[in-house]
């Protein structure tokens, strides 16, 4: 129920006024007392008014998916609004009493029609599981609604906070590019297409829209659904605001007077917040809770600009506005040019819709409270010497201090009102950085500014003091001290002034270790580079034109895409790029996902409570002071579970809630269940765990390999525990000319869906319904009745859709839809348990972990003779989905190892179980083969693609666990095309140059090719429906697979159409569930999708079939008859034609294996001083076979390749050694690719004149694939780092465990401070390896005998 129009007293207190009230969607709804003080707007949108559209995640404004528009009244103009993009699981609903929003639902929807840019998503095929694509849209309108322009430019910086895991963004790029007024005309002219083909003009212009009003009269803007218009005026509160509910103080006072009274009642040590766009508790989650909030939004005080000599800032003022001021005053005012800079590093900090709401001053508050934190508001203000202005609570007079006064001073019952930015003068060189793990929405490794003011006719001599600061070092570490008094007085232009620096810095800076942080050696060496980039850009063409790129930044261009692949008209709707049959209802935010469904009346919320520790005993959870908290209902533990504890069918046990033994921090301890998720998860915090018995965890392979936690696997072909082998190794060995051994370590993956994890458990007449986010219907199935120990018959599962699977809801989710059960059973009641992201993360496993080593052995050109692999898979606590046996043909690639011995090994780790991820094993047995062509090519000197060919397979040769090839279709057909599209050899020599050209920026350029044998598995069967119903003969299918953004649906859809012969639109794809697919089995391995395509097929043809027969009947009668399909489906009705079919597709039935073909070449490009890195052009071919819908399949593709580049470069996962407790387990610190990540190139080609005999109607499977080629941005990071270590005269091999993250680049780089230079390659400019060095305690010499360093100088 909607919240009501009226508000009674709050329990304790009184209630919150009358007029609290939001406008959403243009309807107005009061703030009563249900709605907590602390709800977030996500939570008020979608339990309370009941918008399910706007999804969430994150709680963290970390992934996008929660945005929303907001107008709230602009404070810097009487009357008016401001529009903007906000992220609704940061605000707090009553901080937004009197604000407007517009969600998805409102922007377009089946019944009043699409906005533009809902259909421009469509259209380009942007959406996959649909998930993130109500953020996607809000993030956009936003941006158009607020600056009233879109650019190209603007469509990717405002895209910087929306995650997507399925699509690999492109798609969504172009679809908002192609509304851009700069947009590329191929792409607008594909809008005017779609447009047309929504039939979509402007119904007042006649022409294609084109997101914003062009109509001069005002009535037309207001009913305007596609941009500008329908301005939803926000109904701003002009009174003070206090009310005390349920022991919270609410204030939100109007003036700064009315702050400091709020101020005042608060009791000294008192818990309270200050609440502005409240994006701190993205970062800092466990600050709260507080007992007292003050609102700060209706005090215009705070929001005050003075631009002119000084420029003042209000403390309100968000960071978007003060970006958009800084770039007004740096244009207008020349003292002030500096601003620029603050620009362009602010642009860096959190994403648009946190800035938007986010102030600086909250900022600098997170900084204050938490000295660790590497703020960038912090260090860019302390650097320009800005001013903070305080008040207190208890006096009128205001205080001025600095930025590093201001983190000493004590600011309980404090405001910062204000911060005053001086002018800087002219000939001061002002240079900030921020190194991160991705390209946006990251904080800080390091960061840094550099305040210098120089004489450049005087060899760049430091004038006065320098500012040098960095942040991310240590708590305590602000300023370097000894650097900036060692540089006073010296020229830049001298090599040893600035090594001398740079290891003076090195001495002072002393970055701590922390588990979750980069490593100290990488901080400390960033700061010495950042150093080091500063004055290289300061010194502009004084240095060498090699050495320019030390000074710069990696400069990213817009992106752009390309996509072949023939048209294969003869199937028609088989092979026809159609939007996905579901993608106007996730557009509009209809498209329903498990926790969308509404809840029942008395439905209650679980949330798990959690270990600590990785290896301990149990010893008691004691609940009480949780079950005290008014809302919550009970507490579910072990005990309560009437059958088996384990969520696991079949397998080994993965208990639901730990019974006596803890296997791995993050394991569930008990359930809380209360009376809605707030409560839940607030009540789950304290119940009190007590351990016993606490050991160190084996958290690695390798420590699990010292304890000998290691089995290997049974070899699937002879049913024992022992290597897979082809031809004779010992004997290879023998022969070989060379050996080489190595180790590839490779990191586990968090699947990332969207939708986290989350089940609903309703008991019905006859058992109990389940709405699951489960790939796997019928083990879900299996587990509730496992669990709670009754008939499966008792047990419907029922799953519409899910927001991303990627193999992380085959098995892992059970433990959801098995706790809800344990509680529904126990309570009587429905329990719903959707997890956040944190819990999801530390709940359950991921992609397993592997480490392979290898013996190689080869002839003098590089050609394969023998081979000896062990691949060692981290299957977690439990090996119930080690895939590390399976990969005995993955490993060979498309390659003849003529000799070879693969031994699978499982490794038992105290972690939770790993499951399976997206090509599970497949890719890392890949990137195992690569790594050892590549470390031949390394060994001979030769181009690592001429090794690749030399090692191609032929047909007709045997290999290990696949057969014979017919054909290597990567050898003739994939790599030339690949080769003469990407224009191979050309770029190489391009690179080669660009790498001479350039000492601190490299490029590489790799192709890594794809065998991929698909073999259907016989278990993997699934039960197809197929119902024609004869009122209109319109067609239903339900199949036993699960669509989850791959695009099943779809091609099922296709399929009918073209077996039945019949448009598509009467086609239509119900939900699975274990009724009519009873049995069925995972969607996984993207074999769902072909068989359920196969089994529609069959069954649609013996519908056809008896169709048919009458339609020959008729035309036996009446050879010119013509019949539509509607009188003949109604005909076949009367004549008791049975209308539905039901197939099960028997696996001795299915289609046969096939081989799959791909290719990739991928150019990057280092920053050799930082290891950022940038992707500059993809190019993909891959084989399709007959593509039975391109555009799901490039969407797979391209989706696939991103996800394989988060694996290998910056998802990357950090433990706690001590507990074992998982550190990455948010947006903070776990960095899937965005948006800015991606190949700023994106080519794909879809393998011309393909086909496939085997497959399903010619086309070959692609939702896995790609993702195995990804390894090629480790072979391209490669070249690269290996340019630069080459140019100082290191050719060895060097080991690239992945994920290849920033900080190892820079590592593996190797950069010295001995190593930087001014003049490239010219004698006596660099500085000798032995070059004395300046020890602490000579520093203040150094600083006094300035004047005789010079033995290296240019001039
Ligand atoms: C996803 C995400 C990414 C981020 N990335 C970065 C990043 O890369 N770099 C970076 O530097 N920051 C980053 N941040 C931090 C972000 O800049 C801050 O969260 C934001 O600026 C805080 O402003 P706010 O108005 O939301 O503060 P709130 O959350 O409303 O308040 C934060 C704290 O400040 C106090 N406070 C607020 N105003 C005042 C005042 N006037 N006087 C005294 N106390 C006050 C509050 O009591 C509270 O304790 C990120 C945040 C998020 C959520
Ligand atoms: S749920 Fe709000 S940003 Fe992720
Ligand atoms: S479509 Fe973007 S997350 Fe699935």
Same mark, same amino acid.
């Given at each position: 129920m909607a919240p009501q129009e009226t508000a009674a007293a709050g329990e304790g207190g009184v209630a919150p006024p009358r007029r609290l009230k939001v406008k959403i969607n243009n309807k107005y709804y009061t703030i009563g007392p249900e709605?907590?003080?602390?709800?977030?707007?996500?939570? &008020?949108?979608?339990?309370?008014?009941? $918008?399910?559209?706007?999804?969430? $995640?994150?709680?963290?404004g970390g992934c996008g998916v929660c945005t929303v528009v907001a107008t709230a009244p602009d404070p810097e103009h009487e009357g008016a609004y401001k529009t903007f993009s906000v992220n609704a699981c940061q605000l707090l609903v009553y901080a937004c009493a009197g604000w407007s929003f517009e969600t998805v639902e409102y922007l377009g929807n089946r019944y009043d029609g699409y906005h533009t840019l809902q259909k421009a998503l469509t259209g380009f095929y942007g959406t996959q599981c649909g998930y993130c694509s109500p953020g996607m849209i809000m993030t956009m309108y936003g941006q158009?609604?607020?600056?009233?322009?879109?650019?190209?430019?603007?469509?990717?910086?405002?895209?910087?906070?929306?995650?997507?895991?399925?699509?690999? /963004?492109?798609?969504?790029?172009? +679809? &908002?590019?192609?509304?851009?007024?700069?947009?590329?005309?191929?792409?607008?002219?594909?809008?005017?297409?779609?447009?047309?083909a929504n039939r979509a003009r402007c119904p007042k212009t006649g022409n294609a829209c084109k997101g914003k009003c062009e109509s001069s009269k005002k009535e037309d803007e207001s009913s305007c659904k596609n941009g500008q218009g329908n301005q939803a005026d926000a109904d701003p509160i002009e009174e003070e605001v206090a009310f005390t509910d349920g022991g919270i103080q609410w204030y939100r006072p109007l003036t700064l007077v009315g702050v400091r009274n709020a101020m005042k009642k608060i009791q000294r040590d008192e818990k309270y917040c200050i609440v502005v766009g409240n994006t701190g508790q993205g970062v800092y989650k466990?600050?709260?809770? /507080?007992?007292?909030?003050?609102?700060?939004?209706? =005090?215009?005080?705070?929001?005050?600009?003075?631009?002119?000599?000084?420029?003042?800032?209000?403390?309100?003022?968000?960071?978007?506005?003060?970006?958009?001021?800084?770039?007004?005053?740096?244009?207008?005012?020349?003292? /002030?040019?500096? $601003?620029?800079? $603050?620009?362009?590093? !602010?642009? @860096?900090?959190?994403?648009?819709?946190?800035? #938007?709401?986010?102030?600086w001053a909250g900022n600098l508050m997170l900084k204050h409270k938490h000295h660790e934190f590497p703020s960038d508001i912090f260090l860019t203000l302390l650097a320009v010497d800005a001013q903070l202005t305080l008040i207190h609570a208890d006096t009128t007079d205001t205080l001025q201090v600095d930025l590093e006064t201001f983190l000493t001073t004590d600011m309980s019952r404090r405001l910062i009102t204000a911060v005053t930015l001086s002018p800087m003068a002219q000939d001061t060189q002002f240079r900030t950085y921020k190194i991160t793990p991705r390209t946006v929405n990251a904080h800080a490794y390091v960061?840094?500014?550099?305040?210098?003011?120089?004489?450049?006719?005087?060899?760049?001599? =430091?004038?006065?003091?320098?500012?040098?600061?960095?942040?991310?070092?240590?708590?305590?570490?602000?300023?370097?001290?000894?650097?900036?008094?060692? @540089?006073?007085g010296r020229s830049l232009l001298q090599v040893p002034t600035i090594v001398k620096a740079a290891r003076l810095l090195g001495k002072e800076v002393k970055p701590d270790a922390q588990p979750q942080d980069a490593s100290p050696q990488y901080r400390k060496s960033l700061a010495q580079n950042l150093l080091y980039k500063a004055i290289v850009s300061i010194l502009g063409d004084k240095v060498s034109n090699e050495i320019v790129s030390g000074g710069t930044m990696l400069e990213r261009p817009l992106s752009s895409g390309q996509q072949e692949f023939d048209m294969n008209r003869d199937m028609w709707p088989v092979g026809k790029a159609i939007p996905k049959v579901e993608s106007a209802t996730q557009i509009s935010g209809e498209a329903v996902y498990m926790d969308d469904i509404p809840t029942l009346p008395g439905e209650l919320h679980g949330a798990f409570v959690q270990t600590k520790y990785a290896k301990a005993k149990l010893k008691s959870a004691d609940a009480s002071e949780a079950l005290r908290i008014p809302g919550v209902v009970a507490y579910i533990n072990a005990s309560d579970i009437p059958g088996k504890n384990s969520f696991y069918p079949g397998g080994g046990p993965d208990p639901v809630f730990i019974d006596e033994q803890v296997r791995y921090a993050g394991q569930a301890v008990g359930l809380i269940v209360a009376n809605d998720r707030e409560t839940a998860v607030r009540a789950a915090k304290l119940v009190n765990v007590e351990y016993e018995d606490i050991a160190k965890p084996a958290l690695t392979i390798v420590e699990a390999l010292q304890e000998g936690r290691e089995e290997v696997a049974v070899n699937i072909m002879t049913g024992k525990r022992e290597p897979h082998s082809l031809g004779d190794v010992e004997e290879g060995f023998k022969e070989v000319k060379h050996k080489l051994k190595g180790e590839l370590q490779q990191g586990s993956q968090f699947h990332l869906t969207m939708e986290a994890i989350a089940a609903r458990v309703v008991p019905t007449e006859d058992g109990y319904d389940v709405f699951s986010t489960t790939q796997w219907p019928t083990q879900t199935q299996s587990s509730v009745a496992e669990v709670l120990d009754i008939p499966a018959h008792c047990i419907n599962v029922s799953v519409r859709r899910i927001g991303g699977g990627y193999g992380g809801k085959i098995t892992r989710q059970h433990v959801v839809s098995s706790a809800a059960a344990v509680a529904s059973r126990k309570l009587r009641c429905p329990v719903r348990i959707v997890v956040d992201l944190n819990t999801h993360m530390s709940l359950v496993g991921w992609r397993e972990p592997y480490l392979s080593k290898y013996e190689v052995g080869f002839d003098d050109d590089g050609k394969?003779?023998?081979?000896? =692999?062990?691949? &060692?898979?981290?299957?977690?606590?439990?090996? #119930?989905e080690a895939s590390v046996g399976f990969l005995a043909g993955p490993v060979q690639n498309a390659y003849h190892v003529p000799n070879l011995l693969f031994r699978p090994v499982i490794v038992r780790t105290d972690t939770a179980a790993n499951t399976w991820c997206r090509t599970p094993g497949t890719v890392e047995a890949l990137a195992t083969i690569e790594n050892i062509l590549e470390h031949i090519a390394n060994y001979l000197k030769k181009d690592p693609l001429e090794v690749r060919m030399l090692n191609m397979v032929k047909p007709e040769v045997p290999r290990l666990m696949a057969p014979p090839l017919e054909r290597n279709v990567v050898l003739d057909e994939i790599l030339p095309l690949l080769k003469q599209k990407a224009m191979y050899e050309q770029r190489k020599e391009e690179v080669e140059a660009f790498n001479k050209a350039n000492r601190w920026k490299k490029r590489g350029l790799s192709i890594v090719p794809l065998w991929y044998g698909f073999n259907y598995p016989s278990m993997f069967? /699934?039960?197809?429906?197929?119902?024609?119903?004869?009122?209109?003969?319109?067609?239903?299918?339900t199949h036993g697979g699960i669509e989850m953004g791959q695009g099943i649906n779809t091609k099922v859809a296709q399929v009918a159409a073209h077996a039945l012969e019949i448009?598509?639109?009467? =086609?239509?794809?119900?939900?699975?569930?274990?009724?009519?697919?009873?049995?069925?089995?995972?969607?996984?391995g993207s074999f769902g999708t072909d068989i359920c395509c196969h089994g529609t097929k069959i069954a649609c043809e013996a519908l056809r079939q008896r169709i048919d027969a009458i339609k020959e009947e008729e035309l036996k009668k009446d050879a010119n008859k013509e019949l539509t399909w509607e009188e003949l489906i109604r005909m076949c009705h009367m004549r008791d034609v049975d209308l539905c079919e039901r197939y099960w597709t028997a696996g001795k039935e299915h289609p046969q294996r096939y081989d799959i073909w791909a290719a990739c070449c991928l150019e990057v490009e280092i920053d050799v001083l930082t290891g950022q890195y940038l992707l500059h052009r993809a190019d993909i071919v891959e084989d399709c076979g007959k593509s039975m819908n391109p555009f799901v399949d490039i969407g797979q593709v391209e989706g696939a390749f991103i996800m394989g580049v988060g694996l290998y470069t910056s998802e990357l996962v950090k433990f706690n050694v001590e507990t074992g407790e998982k550190l990455s387990n948010g947006t903070w610190e776990y960095k899937p690719p965005t948006a800015l990540d991606i190949p700023?190139?994106?080519?794909?080609?879809?393998?011309? #004149?393909?086909?496939?005999?085997?497959?399903?109607?010619?086309?070959?499977?692609?939702?896995?694939?790609?993702?195995?080629?990804?390894?090629?941005?480790?072979?391209?990071?490669?070249? +690269?780092?290996?340019? &630069?270590?080459?140019?100082?005269?290191?050719?060895? !091999?060097?080991?690239?465990?992945?994920?290849?993250?920033?900080?190892?680049?820079?590592?593996?780089?190797?950069?010295?401070?001995?190593?930087?230079? @001014?003049?490239?390659?010219?004698?006596?400019?660099?500085?000798?390896?032995?070059?004395?060095?300046?020890?602490?305690?000579?520093? +203040?010499?150094?600083?006094?005998?300035?004047?005789?360093?010079?033995?290296?100088?240019?001039?």
């Open positions: 709605v907590s003080k602390t709800m977030t707007l996500v939570d &008020f949108l979608r339990e309370q008014v009941k $918008l399910p559209g706007t999804k969430v $995640l994150c709680r963290e158009l609604k607020s600056s009233g322009s879109l650019t190209a430019a603007q469509v990717e910086e405002s895209l910087d906070g929306n995650l997507c895991r399925c699509t690999g /963004y492109r798609p969504i790029l172009d +679809a &908002f590019k192609s509304l851009a007024e700069d947009g590329d005309q191929c792409l607008k002219d594909k809008l005017v297409d779609i447009e047309e466990e600050d709260g809770p /507080y007992t007292t909030y003050i609102s700060t939004n209706a =005090v215009k005080a705070l929001y005050n600009i003075s631009v002119g000599e000084p420029l003042v800032l209000g403390a309100n003022v968000s960071l978007s506005r003060a970006i958009e001021v800084f770039q007004h005053v740096a244009n207008t005012y020349p003292n /002030y040019r500096y $601003l620029d800079t $603050l620009v362009r590093h !602010w642009k @860096l900090v959190a994403n648009v819709s946190v800035r #938007n709401t986010g102030s960061n840094a500014c550099f305040k210098i003011r120089v004489d450049p006719e005087d060899g760049f001599k =430091v004038i006065g003091n320098p500012t040098i600061v960095y942040g991310g070092i240590n708590p305590d570490f602000i300023h370097a001290k000894q650097t900036e008094s060692f @540089l006073r394969l003779q023998a081979l000896r =692999v062990d691949m &060692f898979s981290d299957a977690g606590h439990v090996p #119930n069967r /699934y039960g197809i429906q197929v119902s024609i119903y004869e009122h209109d003969g319109t067609v239903a299918v448009p598509i639109e009467k =086609v239509i794809i119900k939900a699975s569930d274990t009724t009519v697919g009873a049995n069925s089995i995972v969607t996984g700023v190139d994106m080519r794909v080609t879809l393998l011309p #004149n393909a086909s496939n005999p085997y497959g399903v109607l010619g086309s070959k499977a692609t939702g896995e694939p790609a993702l195995c080629f990804s390894y090629v941005v480790v072979t391209a990071l490669r070249q +690269a780092i290996a340019a &630069f270590r080459a140019e100082n005269g290191n050719e060895d !091999w060097f080991d690239m465990h992945t994920p290849l993250t920033v900080e190892k680049v820079q590592q593996l780089c190797g950069v010295r401070p001995e190593q930087f230079r @001014l003049v490239s390659n010219l004698e006596g400019e660099t500085c000798p390896e032995d070059f004395q060095m300046i020890d602490g305690d000579e520093v +203040a010499d150094a600083v006094e005998s300035d004047a005789n360093e010079a033995s290296c100088s240019m001039t």
